[in-house]
């Protein structure tokens, strides 16, 4: 019987040993990866949309997502080097420039030399 009684007893420690082990994080918050863009701007506009529902928390969000949304209320749209930007990798892709050839026309262009590609 008292066989019986000490089987009992370690049993039950092993069953919330495991119980205890089972709980704990598989890893710890300090060595989480950080977000990715898609995921901070998914975080940024879910915060954006607080307060609106239904279709127009649904409209926001799809537009939001897109890049359309300011990231915040009171960024301009556009600055001029944003614009300078656009203009010049529409043109880069334009010609189908790649690699170095494409990065020597980017900086060219964004100075405001732009050279024709080859």
């Known amino acids: 019987m008292s066989l019986s009684l ?14 205890a082990f ?10 989480t990866k950080p977000h990715t863009a898609q995921q901070q701007r998914m975080i940024d506009c879910n915060h954006q949309a607080t307060g609106k529902k239904g279709d127009e ?3 926001f969000m799809s537009s939001c997502l897109k890049g ?3 990231a915040s209320p ?3 749209a556009d600055t001029a080097q944003h614009t300078k ?5 529409a ?3 334009t010609k189908a420039l790649k690699g170095a050839e494409r990065k020597a026309f980017m900086s060219s ?8 590609a080859h």
């Open 6 to 19: 000490r089987l009992l007893v370690i049993s039950a420690a092993f069953a919330f040993a495991g119980t």
């Open 57 to 59: 928390r649904k409209a």
């Open 109 to 116: 262009c964004l100075k405001g030399n732009a050279v024709a």
């Open 68 to 70: 359309h949304a300011s």
């Open 22 to 31: 089972a709980a704990s994080p598989a890893t710890p918050a300090a060595t």
């Open 85 to 89: 930007m656009k203009s010049c990798n």
């Open 91 to 93: 043109d880069a892709k």
């Open 74 to 76: 009171a960024a301009p």
